[in-house]
């Protein structure tokens, strides 16, 4: 089995004083991106490890929740700059509105935008509303479901049926969880996407389950590489 380290990004801004918590500056972003290219890892959609029983030694994902309107500006460039993938995950409720799950100040993509983005992206789901899941019930998860393919269809984009969810929430105790599961099988999902800030095991052993390692703004390019080798430490 191979090692596989997902990374999870959010906002991205252009003053490099403002790398904090879910927001990293593009300078930072860049010296990571660097690194990778550097030390020549190989990067992969999400889509791509359906096909796949093995990676190479140094393989990533690389992921970004909310398609706001700075990942456009700052993240994109950076990762055609360095030919690298990455997942964007889309809450289509607020798709050319903004983040008002959180204090509304980030612009989201509007379906023009996410439509004529390159290659080396490919979109994934975050839901619909931007709710935790194991606070709604299973027939208002298989509405929110609904909802989120009504989109897609309706504005003709290309989505992977991968979701990240909002938050890292998800139900966790059965027989919430296997309910949970149940719906994600029914909507045909075929990756689900936790936090765990740990590194996976390729192929994964419980596709609903794939963890991912929260990248901070104010996370030095050392302990960058450590959470690339390690995932999170008690340490951090």
Request: net charge positive.
């Amino acid at each position: 089995m191979t090692r596989l380290p997902i990374l999870m990004y959010h906002n991205v801004s252009e003053d490099k004083k403002n790398g904090k918590g879910l927001t990293i500056a593009a300078e930072k972003l860049e010296g990571q991106f660097r690194y990778l290219k550097e030390k020549k890892y190989a990067s992969y959609h999400l889509s791509e490890l359906e096909t796949k029983s093995q990676l190479p030694r140094k393989s990533i994902v690389i992921t970004f929740d909310d398609v706001t309107e700075n990942q456009l500006l700052y993240a994109v460039p950076l990762l055609k700059k360095y030919n690298l993938k990455a997942t964007f995950f889309v809450p289509f409720a607020y798709v050319g509105k903004t983040d008002i799950w959180n204090d509304g100040n980030e612009k989201i993509m509007n379906f023009e935008q996410l439509r004529n983005l390159p290659e080396v992206i490919e979109l994934g789901l975050h839901s619909f509303a931007h709710k935790k899941y194991d606070s709604l019930s299973e027939s208002e998860i298989n509405a929110d479901f609904e909802k989120c393919f009504k989109s897609i269809e309706g504005h003709n984009l290309k989505v992977y049926s991968a979701v990240a969810y909002p938050y890292g929430n998800y139900p966790k105790r059965e027989p919430a969880k296997t309910k949970f599961i149940s719906v994600l099988r029914h909507n045909e999902i075929k990756m689900g996407l936790r936090i765990g800030n740990k590194i996976n095991r390729f192929p994964f052993k419980n596709p609903f389950e794939i963890m991912r390692i929260d990248v901070k703004g104010e996370d030095s390019l050392l302990k960058f590489k450590l959470k690339l080798r390690f995932g999170k430490l008690k340490l951090f």
